[in-house]
């Protein structure tokens, strides 16, 4: 049973998409009235049990940039997820190699609500919502994608973190035997990241199922991963297996391996220098000329506050 | 030993053959078929075609040891040359498309990014000799000819660094690149006089 409603920008879209990547694997968009959409959720979460294979309504917002969307073909196509392989191509070639069913995320530390989650019981279908984000790389490309998701602080809060959880620490996937980039040590396996309470909290951080109107293809971190618009791209873990709280700050991928570049906040600052790229431009994917990279990635009227008082070239 | 003289097409063919990475990219932005991020791929590939024209370079001497064949030494000119076409372009992209000849961040880029210092090194070493090239100059400069031209093991190795460093975790291809200049500066420190076994473990 299939139903689709058409979107604007989906037309383009579907010319492009990979058949094998998204073969029963879709998620249908509804726009207009929340009673409509509420209808075609269950009629479709009925025909389609299995875990991860999300559907719902989606309702826009107002954290969307109007700014012109990259091309789906660009934001499945060139790709830093190093588990997939090391280079831009690889990991939508080597897509096929994750695994996302069946899928489980382990809650554990501080909370009252720890134990094993299905991506529904995190993401529930009914409640997602379009975000249209500028995604800032540390590499100095950016690109502007609608995401599918809901609040990370919405499905935090159902856990009911403990006063004792400061930090959010999210694992990635570990599975050397099917993923090409994790059989050679470039990285400390598993991926790691962490967000401190207050910017995982912050109505900005996305927990996020999908991307153009579709489920996540396996190359952008499917089935589940967070979105942190204001950091560089490498805070915003994929595939997420794991989230922990707790009380101090957690280790970071980046950071372990390169301590000096990366930091732990990683927040899009074009004043702090970095040694392999200026960070004070950054070419637009589809663009030619460069354009000012701005502070907190254009997102400094909703967070700056989150760091106040605090020396950002220190805790770059 | 074979006849010092080779056939004539052997090099307009050679010529060609180098030509073939750069009509690619041509041909490449030409149809848009560059990948997501063309400008990108045009820096990064004449970078590594850059390095493997210099390794290609460093090959000869060794190459006609080994096979006792002198009469390759007069293709080590146009490989060498290749090596800085290659280069020039790859300086070109990041000027223009890197950073839109804005000088002042060039400047910096230069004395803050390790990787940038390492690169426009190996570049500035090897103008000379690509200058230096012609058959007049070697004649001009005699004895002095050999000693500046051996500036190519500095700039390949400033190359290799300026690989290295670019790098943010997947080292395997620069340490494939290393590897194979290392081989080849072992086999020149081999004695002339040995047997032609290879001289590397």
């Excluded at chain 1, 975000?131 to 790389?137: K, N």
């Excluded at chain 1, 490498?234 to 922990?244: E, G, N, P, Y």
């Excluded at chain 2, 293709?75 to 800085?84: Q, V």
């Amino acid at each position: 049973m299939l139903i689709r409603v058409s979107r604007r920008s989906d037309e383009k879209e579907s010319a492009v998409t990979d058949p094998e990547i998204y073969r029963q694997r879709r998620i249908f968009m509804q726009q207009c009235a929340a009673g409509v959409a509420g209808l075609a959720g269950s009629l479709l979460v009925g025909g389609q049990a299995r875990a991860g294979l999300t559907i719902g309504a989606v309702q826009s917002s107002p954290y969307s940039t109007d700014e012109e969307i990259t091309s789906m073909h660009a934001a499945t196509h060139y790709n830093n997820f190093y588990e997939l392989g090391y280079k831009k191509e690889d990991p939508s070639r080597n897509a096929a190699a994750l695994q996302t069913e069946p899928w489980t995320v382990e809650v554990e530390g501080y909370c009252e609500n720890p134990g094993t989650y299905a991506v529904e019981d995190l993401v529930p279908v009914d409640q997602l919502e379009e975000r249209i984000y500028r995604l800032r790389c540390v590499e100095a490309w950016s690109m502007v994608i609608p995401w599918l998701g809901v609040p990370l602080a919405t499905a935090l809060k159902k856990l009911r973190p403990t006063s004792q959880a400061r930090y959010v620490a999210f694992q990635t996937i570990l599975d050397p035997e099917n993923l090409p980039g994790q059989r050679r040590d470039v990285l400390d396996w598993p991926y790691v990241e962490g967000l401190r309470m207050d910017e995982a909290m912050h109505p900005l951080t996305l927990l996020t199922v999908g991307m153009y109107g579709q489920v996540l293809p396996n190359q952008n971190g499917a089935p589940i991963r967070i979105v942190v618009p204001w950091k560089y791209g490498f805070k915003s873990i994929k595939s997420i297996v794991k989230i922990r709280f707790v009380e101090e700050q957690p280790p970071t991928a980046w950071n372990q391996a390169t301590p000096h570049e990366y930091g732990f906040y990683s927040n899009v600052n074009p004043e702090v220098n970095h040694p392999r790229w200026s960070q004070r431009r950054e070419r637009r994917i589809g663009e030619f000329r460069k354009r000012k990279t701005l502070m907190f990635n254009g997102y400094a009227e909703e967070v700056a506050h989150l760091y106040s008082g605090m020396d950002l070239h220190k805790y770059f | 030993m074979r006849a010092p003289t080779a056939a004539g097409w052997i090099k307009p063919a050679l010529f060609l053959l180098c030509l073939v990475p750069a009509i690619d990219l041509a041909h490449g932005a030409w149809t848009n078929t560059l990948g997501v991020n063309p400008l990108e791929t045009l820096t990064r590939s004449t970078g590594t075609w850059t390095l493997r024209f210099l390794l290609l370079t460093l090959l000869v001497t060794p190459l006609i040891r080994l096979m006792k064949a002198p009469v390759l030494l007069r293709y080590r000119r146009m490989l060498g040359l290749f090596a800085f076409f290659y280069v020039s372009i790859h300086l070109g992209t990041y000027l223009w498309f890197d950073k839109f000849f804005d000088w002042q961040e060039i400047w910096l880029d230069i004395q803050d990014r390790l990787f940038i210092t390492a690169g426009m090194t190996a570049f500035v070493l090897l103008v000379p000799l690509a200058l230096t090239s012609t058959r007049r100059a070697q004649r001009a400069l005699a004895h002095a000819w050999n000693r500046l031209h051996r500036l190519i093991y500095v700039a390949t190795t400033a190359g290799l660094l300026h690989y290295f460093w670019l790098v943010k975790a997947d080292y395997l291809e620069p340490i494939i690149y290393a590897s194979i200049f290392g081989a080849l500066m072992l086999a020149r420190i081999r004695k002339p006089t040995a047997v032609s076994a290879p001289g590397i473990s």
